[in-house]
């Protein structure tokens, strides 16, 4: 029998868990949930019930596993450990500085109640996080560098719109290429925060707003541009949906690190992803994932997981030894 | 108490093994075993004993995980089977094709002697499986490239060497770059065996022997040489000597793949190692290991095991907690 997904609801990552299931012929829609009136909500695959997200306790034991699909400031803090009490849940939590408090509340519902959880499944936290533990339990004499982009921060952007006199903007988080292949060298630089990245704005500005005053208040706006090299450009509603609107992303993680008796080797670990789609790949880990989850809950694991927990294996659909054989 | 490791067999492997400890200070070095005469054998840790291989059974109670440092061809399908009885082993089996009933082997003697093992640890097979693996389960609908090089392969140094004529020879297997780049543009290309690596052979003839023939003979030495571009340059002994001599290796794998309603969004992952010390780094890669596999024996599970049956949380000596809050 297939496991049956439910998705939390309609979003780029929701949309995007329902398209990549068509990659993941083990598993199957069940149930799409909604905030929003329900009759307002179509969806792709026919057959499957948009329900409000107030009867979602009903479906309680018609969904193996349930993805919380919201976003990481209000949504998933408090969705993702409610509904621990009723599914197994999985969700895509992003917030570095706040995970260890997500996954407490997490574990506890999900342990009192006897679910199993996954929290912050992705590529950033996520593969990247892997990657990252990958290059200090190998090279533990070494330094590690996380570069991300080129990709649109949610967050610069939102910072952007509100500054007085823009309409609209999106913001682009660029690596440099010299920090890259001094780092992919081998080279180990001390790097600063605008050594690593620039910042690239696309903004609208409101009919008759100061463009020089707009370009200054971003520039120097703290935390978010000022310690970085800012680039913004003016440009029309119509270009900013026409060349702007994607959703690419990407990035690198690098461990470079030295052994031998006189430390006399450098090595360097490079894992880079190039996305098209952030939300679409970012569904994919999700359900590969989503398996592992499944798994564990089948062993009668309880409470709360992350990508450090789960053994490679428990992602596939291939049997150890056909994984043995084909892919060691 | 620190993790008591034993070496057997004290070339390469098991001296990348011993200097690889001082940069993991839960474990240390407890015996090196050796079918030479110990005698014969200096160590550069000092207050560790030299052991007769024959003498290793008298260690069994006071070594936490043997490590199996002898080659794929001869020495580890007798050897890791053979101590599997004793001791908790690992290996760095590489023969990809032997790999399954090397595993059936192992995996029998482990579990009838309450023993825990792993096979094939290192770089390929291991890291590089590893990231063949993630990339199947999140980019189904792609394709997979493995890249090696630039760096010296063994057996195709060996096949070189057994040329009439050839007193001594290197080989490198070298990625070719457009075809690197391709791949990392996503462009899926189609790719045959010549296309994706030539072969660089470094040469010393013997005194009087007819280098157009050798030079031939190599070039169309079938599975070796012929379905590959292969360029062989003559040089003196002292030169192979001193520029031929490093371990340097490494490789490159991708999974390059579609998603989306319409298969719109192309995605490329990729993941690179870039390596001044083969040996060096692969023993790196399985003192990780090891300390997962101790864990592994602490818990009471029996048998044999491979990187994909690994929580990555296994490999570090940080708590869960430290985990994810430092590196997720």
């Known amino acids: 029998m297939a496991i049956r997904i439910g998705i939390m609801g309609y979003g780029n990552i929701g949309k995007g868990i329902e398209t990549a299931l068509a990659d993941y012929p083990d598993m199957e829609l069940a149930v799409v949930f909604t905030r929003r009136n329900p009759a307002d909500v179509k969806i792709h695959t026919s057959g499957v019930p948009v329900v409000s997200a107030g009867e979602a306790e009903k479906w309680k034991d018609k969904v193996d596993v349930l993805v919380l699909a919201g976003g990481s400031a209000t949504d998933l803090p408090e969705q993702t450990p409610a509904y621990a ?3 197994n849940v999985i969700d895509t939590f992003d917030t570095h500085a706040h995970i260890s408090e997500h996954f407490a509340k997490v574990d506890e519902v999900a342990k009192n109640h006897g679910k199993t959880a996954m929290i912050s499944v992705g590529w950033d936290p996520g593969l990247f996080s892997l990657a990252r533990l990958f290059g200090h339990v190998i090279l533990p004499d070494g330094k590690d560098y996380t570069f991300w982009g080129r990709g649109v921060s949610q967050g610069h952007s939102d910072a952007i719109r509100r ?17 890259l292949e001094a780092v992919r060298n081998g080279e180990n630089p001390v790097l600063t925060t605008r050594d690593m990245h620039t910042r ?20 120097t706006m703290p935390n978010y541009f000022a310690d970085y090299d800012t680039t913004v450009h003016f440009i029309s509603e119509e270009e900013l949906k026409e060349k702007h609107s994607g959703l690419a992303h990407g990035g690198f993680v ?64 291939l049997s150890g030894e056909e994984l043995r054989a084909h892919l060691l």
């Open 85 to 87: 009490s009723l599914f």
């Open 163 to 179: 500054v007085p006199g823009v309409k609209d903007g999106k913001q682009y988080t660029c690596p440099v290429e010299s920090a």
């Open 200 to 219: 690239e704005c696309y903004v609208v500005a409101e009919k008759g707003a100061d463009r020089g005053t707009i370009e200054n208040t971003i520039k």
């Open 254 to 317: 690098f461990r470079s690190g030295r052994t031998g008796v006189h430390k006399e080797h450098d090595h360097v670990m490079e894992y880079r992803l190039k996305l098209d789609s952030n939300p679409e790949f970012t569904t994919h880990v999700v359900l590969a994932y989503a398996r592992a989850l499944y798994r564990f809950a089948k062993e009668g694991k309880k409470g709360c997981f992350t990508v450090f927990d789960v053994p490679p294996a428990y992602l596939s659909s």
